[in-house]
């Protein structure tokens, strides 16, 4: 798990195994939601996820002048991703859905906040221990990213509740 102390490279393949973990969960959620919005909700944020982890790529390929593409497509591949962008590992997450059928669209927003609440956290302690000066330039980049995706999340929330 990234600590803040990697150089920008290990940072980065970090932060893109975080992404992953993140998007696949979310994809599977997706599946599992009761409510066509949470369904909805779970496939945009795991699409903006997908955009996260091409983002993190962009940067990893751009640092190695592109002469690792092969290789970076290999590890995209063949990585496991146990944990999301919050911290939270995904096996926890996955039994949440299965063992309950709360995924309507509330149920869906409440989680999806605090995913995407622990994942701000997290880039905003990183970015303030960063050692590396350019990690601590994307963790900050990736903690803006998490704040668009809260407050999206934060306008659907009140958007269903003044529909309820």
């Not at 195994?17 to 496939?43: D, L």
């Not at 039994?95 to 999806?112: N, P, Q, R, W, Y």
């Amino acid at each position: 798990m990234v600590t803040g102390k990697e150089d920008l490279l290990r940072s980065l393949i970090e932060v893109f195994i975080m992404e992953k973990g993140t998007h696949e969960f979310y994809e599977k959620a997706a599946t599992k939601a009761i409510s066509t919005e949470a369904r909805n909700t779970f496939q945009e944020l795991s699409a903006w996820e997908e955009k996260h982890m091409e983002y993190i790529e962009f940067l990893y390929l751009s640092l190695q002048d592109d002469r690792d593409l092969e290789r970076f497509e290999d590890f995209k591949r063949r990585t496991e991703a146990p944990v999301t962008e919050g911290g939270i590992p995904v096996k926890d997450l996955e039994s949440k859905i299965e063992e309950s059928v709360f995924l309507d669209d509330m149920g869906a927003l409440i989680m999806a906040l605090e995913i995407e609440g622990k994942a701000y956290n997290l880039y905003r302690n990183l970015s303030a221990k960063a050692e590396d000066g350019n990690a601590r330039v994307v963790f900050k980049e990736m903690m803006d990213m998490e704040l668009d995706h809260i407050s999206y999340l934060k306008k659907l929330r009140t958007r269903l509740a003044e529909t309820a």
